[in-house]
């Protein structure tokens, strides 16, 4: 039987459509960026210094929009959305990882990777932040601070909150850049299965090969365009 099902092409989790941004005081960190995130991928973003990766990361996170040009998140255009449509986007299909953990350093490990539920309003918040601690393989580190953690520990802690509530999109700036080799790989694993288990479409920026090359596809960024695709 025909079925308009049979039409649809599949979507990627982010769209980024000829998007160009320009910050107040006149710096062109975009000029004329297109680019895909399909679901269960890992987009690496390389290239030097000032290349736009975090403008374009903030912009696939709708925590910033574009001078001209579209980002679709999750079907949804961000430059049309109201703040209230923004902030259910944010919380419910975008997890974050940055390169300084950001946990909040007075709640306690499964506090911090409780949060995002909290904010959501979802219910068995504590069993399903204690699924994602034992995933990140740290469920004896429940009720440690994050001063109490090494630097390895407070990045999965950081992994489990941003992938706690499912999230279709995963935006990581930086996730190895204050690790040591050895902490950097496990991460890098586990932001491989976020890909894999999660279906999360993963897009990090990254100065570092090790990170660049578990991607599905690395974008090399210059002067705010995309150079090439490998
Ligand atoms: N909030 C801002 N206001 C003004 N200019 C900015 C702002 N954020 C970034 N820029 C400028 O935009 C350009 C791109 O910066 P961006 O942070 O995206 O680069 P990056 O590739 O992430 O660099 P890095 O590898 O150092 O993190 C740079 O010239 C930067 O100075
Ligand atoms: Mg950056």
Not at 57 to 80: K, Q, W, Y
Not at 195 to 211: I, L, P, R, Y
Request: charged content about 20%; hydrophobic content about 45%; glycine content about 10%.
């Amino acid at each position: 039987m025909f079925s308009n099902e049979n039409l649809k092409i599949p979507h990627s989790a982010v769209s980024v459509r000829n998007v160009h941004k320009t910050y107040p005081g006149g710096v062109e960190a975009l000029r004329g960026v297109s680019l895909e995130l399909p679901a269960g991928k890992i987009t690496a973003l390389v290239g030097r210094s000032g290349c736009g990766k975090t403008t374009l990361l903030n912009l696939c996170g709708a925590m910033d929009f574009p001078t001209s040009g579209e980002v679709e998140i999750a079907g949804l255009v961000t430059t049309r959305l109201g703040d209230a449509a923004l902030t259910g986007l944010r919380r419910n299909k975008i997890g974050f990882i940055f390169q300084f953990f950001q946990l909040l350093p007075t709640l306690s490990a499964l506090e911090n990777i409780e949060l995002p539920l909290l904010l959501a309003g979802a219910k068995n918040i504590r069993v399903t932040a204690r699924e994602r601690l034992d995933w990140v393989g740290l469920p004896e580190k429940a009720d440690a601070l994050p001063y109490q953690l090494s630097g390895g520990q407070m990045q999965r802690v950081a992994i489990a909150r941003a992938l706690v509530h499912n999230p279709a999109i995963l935006v990581a700036d930086e996730p190895t850049g204050n690790l040591d080799t050895t902490s950097g790989d496990l991460v890098l694993r586990l932001i491989r299965r976020a890909a894999d288990e999660f279906g999360a479409a993963v897009v990090m920026a990254t100065h570092s090969a090790e990170a660049a090359a578990i991607a599905d596809v690395r974008v090399q960024m210059r002067d705010g365009r995309i150079e090439q695709l490998t």
